[in-house]
């Protein structure tokens, strides 16, 4: 019947634990706090130096990237040509001027730049 009901037997391991526990000395409390904060001083000016590499590779990549799509279209085009002289039976479909698509979305994006252009400049104060 003993193995049903619970008895108290005096003082559990739990309470004995809790009773023994005690705070750290002050010098160790100390030296780990001094510790921790020259580590994160250490650490935060490399932190900080990846930190403002990477902002300055962004900028150099979105300062860029106008320049990389002139060059890709150049290349595209050259390809055409070049495909189109080499292979004369290749024949494009060819069309009598051109369609004002093309430059719609560049003065579509020429105006986009030109209202967001105190952000532009606010990106790119560095330069």
Do not use: C, D
């Not at 490399?46 to 320049?67: A, D, H, Q």
């Not at 799509?69 to 290349?75: D, F």
């Not at 292979?87 to 209202?115: C, D, I, K, N, R």
């Amino acid at each position: 019947m003993g193995w049903f009901v619970r008895e108290r037997r005096g003082v559990s391991w739990k309470e004995q634990t809790l009773e023994s526990v005690a705070a750290p000395p002050l010098p160790l409390v100390v030296f780990l706090g001094l510790f921790i904060m020259l580590l994160y001083f250490a650490t935060y000016s490399e932190y900080k130096e990846k930190v403002e590499r990477s902002k300055m590779g962004l900028k150099l990549g979105l300062f860029l990237l106008p320049v990389v799509g002139v060059v890709v279209v150049n290349l595209s085009m050259f390809h055409r040509r070049w495909w189109r002289n080499t292979f004369p039976t290749y024949q494009a479909a060819a069309v009598e001027g051109s369609s004002p698509w093309g430059l719609l979305l560049v003065l579509g994006l020429l105006l986009l730049m030109l209202h967001y252009q105190s952000s532009f400049h606010s990106w790119f104060r560095s330069f």
